[in-house]
Protein backbone atom coordinates (compact mmCIF):
# COMPACT_ATOMS: atom_id res chain seq x y z
CA UNK A 1 0.00 0.00 0.00
CA UNK A 2 0.74 3.74 -0.82
CA UNK A 3 1.63 5.84 2.50
CA UNK A 4 2.38 9.56 2.18
CA UNK A 5 4.47 10.87 4.96
CA UNK A 6 4.92 14.22 5.58
CA UNK A 7 8.45 15.53 6.34
CA UNK A 8 9.09 18.34 9.20
CA UNK A 9 9.69 21.94 8.10
CA UNK A 10 12.91 22.61 9.38
CA UNK A 11 16.16 19.98 9.38
CA UNK A 12 16.81 18.63 12.41
CA UNK A 13 20.23 19.08 13.94
CA UNK A 14 23.39 16.87 14.28
CA UNK A 15 22.48 13.45 15.81
CA UNK A 16 18.66 13.74 15.58
CA UNK A 17 16.73 10.81 14.51
CA UNK A 18 13.72 11.35 12.22
CA UNK A 19 10.36 9.69 14.26
CA UNK A 20 6.82 9.17 13.30
CA UNK A 21 3.72 9.65 15.69
CA UNK A 22 2.05 6.39 13.82
CA UNK A 23 -0.26 9.08 11.50
CA UNK A 24 2.84 9.84 9.02
CA UNK A 25 3.72 12.90 10.61
CA UNK A 26 7.55 12.66 10.60
CA UNK A 27 9.71 15.30 12.94
CA UNK A 28 13.06 15.00 14.69
CA UNK A 29 14.05 14.26 17.72
CA UNK A 30 17.12 13.68 19.92
CA UNK A 31 18.14 10.15 21.47
CA UNK A 32 17.83 10.39 25.16
CA UNK A 33 20.63 8.27 27.07
CA UNK A 34 20.49 4.61 26.62
CA UNK A 35 22.58 3.35 29.58
CA UNK A 36 25.83 2.07 28.95
CA UNK A 37 28.03 -0.96 30.42
CA UNK A 38 30.64 0.48 33.48
CA UNK A 39 32.23 -2.98 33.55
CA UNK A 40 31.77 -7.06 33.65
CA UNK A 41 33.71 -9.89 35.36
CA UNK A 42 33.53 -13.81 34.88
CA UNK A 43 34.36 -16.86 36.46
CA UNK A 44 33.79 -20.75 35.95
CA UNK A 45 35.52 -23.71 34.24
CA UNK A 46 36.07 -25.28 31.23
CA UNK A 47 35.89 -28.84 32.17
CA UNK A 48 35.94 -29.26 36.53
CA UNK A 49 34.14 -31.98 37.55
CA UNK A 50 31.70 -30.85 40.91
CA UNK A 51 29.27 -32.93 42.87
CA UNK A 52 27.27 -32.51 45.30
CA UNK A 53 27.62 -35.68 46.37
CA UNK A 54 25.78 -36.27 50.13
CA UNK A 55 25.07 -32.20 50.55
CA UNK A 56 22.18 -31.33 48.98
CA UNK A 57 23.63 -27.80 47.57
CA UNK A 58 27.17 -26.89 46.12
CA UNK A 59 28.94 -23.79 44.87
CA UNK A 60 30.59 -23.98 41.17
CA UNK A 61 31.90 -20.70 41.11
CA UNK A 62 31.48 -16.89 42.98
CA UNK A 63 32.80 -13.45 41.51
CA UNK A 64 32.81 -10.30 43.34
CA UNK A 65 32.08 -6.86 41.33
CA UNK A 66 31.68 -3.09 43.07
CA UNK A 67 29.13 -1.29 41.64
CA UNK A 68 30.41 2.48 40.76
CA UNK A 69 26.78 3.65 41.61
CA UNK A 70 24.21 2.55 44.21
CA UNK A 71 21.57 3.03 40.86
CA UNK A 72 23.36 0.53 38.89
CA UNK A 73 22.27 -2.42 37.79
CA UNK A 74 24.41 -6.48 38.15
CA UNK A 75 23.49 -8.29 34.77
CA UNK A 76 23.49 -11.83 35.72
CA UNK A 77 24.68 -14.23 32.94
CA UNK A 78 24.78 -18.23 33.57
CA UNK A 79 25.06 -21.46 31.95
CA UNK A 80 26.12 -24.39 33.05
CA UNK A 81 24.79 -28.14 32.15
CA UNK A 82 24.95 -30.86 34.98
CA UNK A 83 23.95 -34.20 34.52
CA UNK A 84 21.31 -35.89 37.18
CA UNK A 85 21.47 -38.75 38.77
CA UNK A 86 18.85 -40.68 41.04
CA UNK A 87 16.47 -43.68 41.86
CA UNK A 88 13.47 -41.75 39.82
CA UNK A 89 12.23 -38.42 39.71
CA UNK A 90 15.58 -36.83 39.00
CA UNK A 91 15.70 -33.10 39.40
CA UNK A 92 18.30 -30.45 40.47
CA UNK A 93 18.05 -26.84 40.30
CA UNK A 94 20.76 -23.95 40.13
CA UNK A 95 20.67 -21.00 42.38
CA UNK A 96 22.24 -17.61 42.61
CA UNK A 97 23.09 -16.22 46.33
CA UNK A 98 24.28 -12.28 46.67
CA UNK A 99 27.12 -13.73 48.94
CA UNK A 100 27.68 -17.66 49.73
CA UNK A 101 25.57 -19.92 50.04
CA UNK A 102 25.38 -20.67 53.66
CA UNK A 103 24.28 -17.18 54.74
CA UNK A 104 23.62 -15.03 51.70
CA UNK A 105 20.71 -13.93 49.89
CA UNK A 106 18.96 -16.33 47.42
CA UNK A 107 17.82 -14.35 44.68
CA UNK A 108 17.47 -16.68 41.59
CA UNK A 109 16.09 -20.00 41.29
CA UNK A 110 15.86 -22.61 38.02
CA UNK A 111 15.02 -25.88 38.09
CA UNK A 112 15.41 -29.09 35.60
CA UNK A 113 15.49 -32.28 35.30
CA UNK A 114 12.58 -35.15 34.64
CA UNK A 115 10.37 -37.14 36.21
CA UNK A 116 10.43 -40.96 35.76
CA UNK A 117 14.25 -40.33 35.17
CA UNK A 118 17.03 -42.19 36.51
CA UNK A 119 19.80 -39.54 34.75
CA UNK A 120 19.22 -36.89 32.31
CA UNK A 121 21.72 -34.12 31.76
CA UNK A 122 19.38 -30.41 32.63
CA UNK A 123 21.52 -27.30 31.20
CA UNK A 124 20.73 -23.80 32.87
CA UNK A 125 21.04 -20.80 31.04
CA UNK A 126 19.69 -18.10 31.96
CA UNK A 127 19.82 -13.97 32.86
CA UNK A 128 18.94 -12.07 36.13
CA UNK A 129 19.16 -8.36 36.39
CA UNK A 130 19.79 -7.55 40.43
CA UNK A 131 19.31 -3.96 41.91
CA UNK A 132 21.77 -4.13 44.85
CA UNK A 133 21.33 -0.95 45.74
CA UNK A 134 24.94 -0.10 46.68
CA UNK A 135 28.83 0.37 46.36
CA UNK A 136 30.21 -1.83 48.15
CA UNK A 137 31.43 -5.00 47.14
CA UNK A 138 29.10 -7.61 45.88
CA UNK A 139 29.97 -11.35 46.17
CA UNK A 140 27.65 -13.59 43.65
CA UNK A 141 28.05 -17.36 44.00
CA UNK A 142 26.37 -19.78 42.10
CA UNK A 143 25.20 -23.20 43.07
CA UNK A 144 24.25 -26.87 41.79
CA UNK A 145 21.33 -28.49 44.34
CA UNK A 146 18.65 -31.70 44.55
CA UNK A 147 16.02 -30.59 44.41
CA UNK A 148 14.08 -33.77 44.89
CA UNK A 149 14.89 -36.99 47.57
CA UNK A 150 14.61 -39.34 44.83
CA UNK A 151 17.85 -37.27 43.56
CA UNK A 152 21.39 -39.50 44.30
CA UNK A 153 23.54 -36.94 43.40
CA UNK A 154 24.25 -33.88 40.31
CA UNK A 155 27.43 -33.17 38.84
CA UNK A 156 28.75 -31.10 36.25
CA UNK A 157 30.68 -34.31 34.79
CA UNK A 158 33.65 -32.62 33.15
CA UNK A 159 30.81 -29.84 31.18
CA UNK A 160 31.78 -26.04 31.49
CA UNK A 161 30.40 -23.53 33.68
CA UNK A 162 30.02 -20.02 33.72
CA UNK A 163 29.55 -16.68 36.03
CA UNK A 164 29.69 -13.17 34.17
CA UNK A 165 28.18 -10.10 35.85
CA UNK A 166 27.79 -7.02 34.09
CA UNK A 167 27.62 -3.65 35.65
CA UNK A 168 24.88 -1.41 33.79
CA UNK A 169 24.29 2.15 34.08
CA UNK A 170 21.09 3.27 33.59
Known amino acids: ADV ?9 TSGQYIKTD ?13 GKIVKYVTSGALTATKTTSGSTKLELTSQTITPASASNKIL ?8 IIGTSNAFSGFRIF ?3 ISSGTN ?4 YGGMGASTANYSPFTFNFIDTP ?4 AQLYTAAIFRSSVNTNYVTT ?13 P
Open 157 to 169: DGMSYSLTLVELE
Open 107 to 110: IFNQ
Open 76 to 83: ILVTCNVY
Open 133 to 136: NTTS
Open 22 to 34: GSGNLSFDTITSV
Open 4 to 12: AFKLPNADG
Open 98 to 100: RGD
